[in-house]
Protein backbone atom coordinates (compact mmCIF):
# COMPACT_ATOMS: atom_id res chain seq x y z
CA UNK A 1 0.00 0.00 0.00
CA UNK A 2 1.58 3.70 -0.73
CA UNK A 3 0.49 6.21 1.72
CA UNK A 4 0.60 9.95 -0.04
CA UNK A 5 1.32 12.58 2.35
CA UNK A 6 1.62 16.56 1.98
CA UNK A 7 5.10 17.80 2.78
CA UNK A 8 3.57 20.32 5.33
CA UNK A 9 2.17 17.07 6.90
CA UNK A 10 5.09 15.09 7.04
CA UNK A 11 7.29 17.71 8.81
CA UNK A 12 4.89 17.33 12.03
CA UNK A 13 4.82 13.18 11.39
CA UNK A 14 8.39 12.36 9.94
CA UNK A 15 9.07 9.81 12.90
CA UNK A 16 6.03 7.99 11.99
CA UNK A 17 6.84 7.72 7.67
CA UNK A 18 10.44 6.99 8.73
CA UNK A 19 9.45 4.40 10.82
CA UNK A 20 6.39 3.32 8.11
CA UNK A 21 9.01 3.48 5.34
CA UNK A 22 11.34 0.94 7.74
CA UNK A 23 8.13 -1.50 8.07
CA UNK A 24 8.06 -1.71 4.10
CA UNK A 25 5.22 0.48 3.11
CA UNK A 26 5.57 2.83 0.60
CA UNK A 27 5.47 6.67 1.65
CA UNK A 28 5.24 8.90 -1.48
CA UNK A 29 5.77 13.12 -0.08
CA UNK A 30 3.44 15.03 -2.68
CA UNK A 31 3.42 19.34 -3.19
CA UNK A 32 0.06 20.35 -3.95
CA UNK A 33 -1.10 16.73 -4.51
CA UNK A 34 1.61 16.19 -6.65
CA UNK A 35 3.50 13.31 -6.21
CA UNK A 36 7.74 14.57 -5.87
CA UNK A 37 9.48 11.74 -3.61
CA UNK A 38 9.58 8.84 -2.28
CA UNK A 39 10.92 7.75 1.03
CA UNK A 40 12.97 4.60 0.87
CA UNK A 41 15.52 2.95 3.49
CA UNK A 42 18.98 1.77 2.16
CA UNK A 43 20.38 -1.58 1.42
CA UNK A 44 20.42 -2.39 5.35
CA UNK A 45 17.78 -4.90 6.59
CA UNK A 46 14.91 -3.99 9.17
CA UNK A 47 15.68 -4.93 12.65
CA UNK A 48 12.72 -7.54 13.10
CA UNK A 49 12.12 -7.42 17.30
CA UNK A 50 12.69 -10.97 19.42
CA UNK A 51 9.59 -12.91 19.83
CA UNK A 52 8.73 -13.68 23.27
CA UNK A 53 6.66 -16.95 24.66
CA UNK A 54 4.48 -16.22 27.33
CA UNK A 55 4.18 -19.13 29.53
CA UNK A 56 7.48 -20.52 27.99
CA UNK A 57 8.00 -22.59 31.21
CA UNK A 58 4.24 -23.67 31.63
CA UNK A 59 5.56 -27.65 30.55
CA UNK A 60 7.17 -28.30 33.99
CA UNK A 61 3.59 -27.27 35.70
CA UNK A 62 2.27 -25.04 38.58
CA UNK A 63 4.32 -23.98 41.21
CA UNK A 64 3.47 -25.65 44.79
CA UNK A 65 3.04 -23.44 47.35
CA UNK A 66 6.51 -23.86 49.16
CA UNK A 67 8.31 -23.37 45.72
CA UNK A 68 6.59 -20.13 45.73
CA UNK A 69 7.33 -18.70 48.82
CA UNK A 70 11.07 -19.33 48.43
CA UNK A 71 10.28 -16.04 46.09
CA UNK A 72 8.21 -14.30 48.76
CA UNK A 73 10.32 -14.76 52.14
CA UNK A 74 13.18 -13.37 52.78
CA UNK A 75 16.12 -15.40 52.82
CA UNK A 76 17.72 -17.05 56.26
CA UNK A 77 21.38 -16.75 55.46
CA UNK A 78 20.90 -13.08 54.25
CA UNK A 79 19.02 -11.41 56.84
CA UNK A 80 21.89 -13.19 59.30
CA UNK A 81 24.98 -11.49 57.29
CA UNK A 82 22.84 -8.29 57.71
CA UNK A 83 22.65 -8.56 61.26
CA UNK A 84 26.13 -9.80 61.18
CA UNK A 85 24.77 -12.46 64.13
CA UNK A 86 27.48 -15.19 62.99
CA UNK A 87 30.64 -12.86 63.39
CA UNK A 88 29.57 -11.01 66.64
CA UNK A 89 31.47 -13.04 68.69
CA UNK A 90 34.61 -12.59 66.59
CA UNK A 91 34.68 -8.66 67.43
CA UNK A 92 33.89 -8.76 71.60
Do not use: C, W
Not at 2 to 14: C, M, P, S, W, Y
Amino acid sequence: MTLQVNIAEAKARLSELVARAEAGEEVVLARSGKPILRLQTLSRPVRKKKHRFIGALAHLGPLTDEEANLFLEPDPEFEAAARSEDEDHLYK
